[in-house]
């Protein structure tokens, strides 16, 4: 990854972290709303409240920000699927997955499109990242759920393919926000649309895979 300018002198400041901040800031919502082509440094330093030449003391080009961002944002968005427990119980691991991509959609919407965004452009950021930490994270937890199958926990599934339903249905209310709440309607389209989602793909997911929240019964 590469370092902002500040970042690679002797002794950072707390005033040279709250500057990268207050630029990254910035540049999520520029980049959220543009895209990385239609993004320009003058605007991010507009929106971050400082003049270009002082911005690009902390961030030399506009790649150097997009990069960071992106690092931190996958980083972030890999937090839930790293909590998997092999050891827990099937129902409350991708239960709690579900609810936690969802919470993540509604409480990163930018950092959702960010995301959605680069990979649309061809990853050219992450391509690394996606090939190889990424994957590896994503092949240890479809081995849980080979497992789980296997046990007779849950029914036999493509543990791939699950894992990126799962990815799509959530992030589909951060990246098409506007379209959910315009198709929900005023009534439906506050808060607790959140909520009804997750009931809606617990539902969805935890019966496709027939699992069943009744406790097995001691044997005598």
Same mark, same amino acid.
């Given at each position: 990854?590469?370092?902002? #300018? ?6 950072? +400041? ?10 990254? !800031? ?20 507009? &929106?971050?409240?400082? *003049?270009?030449?002082?911005? =690009?003391?902390?961030?030399? +080009?506009?790649? +150097? ?5 992106? +690092? #931190? ?13 092999? !050891?827990?119980?099937?129902? *409350? ?22 995301? %959605? ?9 992450? !391509? ?8 590896? =994270? ?12 296997? %046990? ?27 379209? &959910? ?18 009931? /809606?793909?617990?539902?969805? /997911? ?5 699992? *069943? ?6 044997? *005598?």
């Amino acid at each position: 990854m590469a370092l902002p #300018r500040a970042a690679r002198t002797q002794r950072r +400041t707390r005033i040279q972290e709250a500057k990268e901040e207050q630029i990254l !800031e910035a540049a999520l919502e520029v980049f959220s709303l543009h895209g990385f082509r239609g993004a320009t440094v003058d605007q991010i330093a507009e &929106v971050a409240g400082m *003049s270009k030449p002082n911005l =690009l003391y902390y961030f030399r +080009t506009k790649e +150097t920000m997009h990069r960071a961002l992106i +690092t #931190r944002v996958l980083d972030t968005w890999l937090d839930p699927l790293r909590e998997f427990d092999a !050891e827990g119980n099937p129902v *409350s691991e991708i239960r709690s997955y579900i609810r936690r991509k969802l919470e993540m959609a509604r409480d990163f919407p930018r950092e959702s499109r960010l995301f %959605a965004n680069e990979i649309l452009q061809g990853a050219p950021n992450i !391509e690394d990242e996606l090939k190889g930490p990424l994957k590896a =994270l994503v092949d240890e937890k479809a081995e849980v759920i080979r497992a789980w199958a296997k %046990a007779g926990k849950i029914a036999k599934c493509d543990p791939y393919h699950l894992i990126f339903s799962i990815w799509s249905t959530t992030q589909h209310y951060a990246d098409f926000d506007v379209q &959910v709440r315009a198709v929900l309607g005023q009534d439906q389209a506050g808060a607790g649309r959140f909520e009804d989602a997750a009931r /809606f793909l617990e539902q969805l /997911f935890l019966n496709g895979l027939h699992i *069943s929240e009744q406790p097995a019964q001691a044997s *005598s």
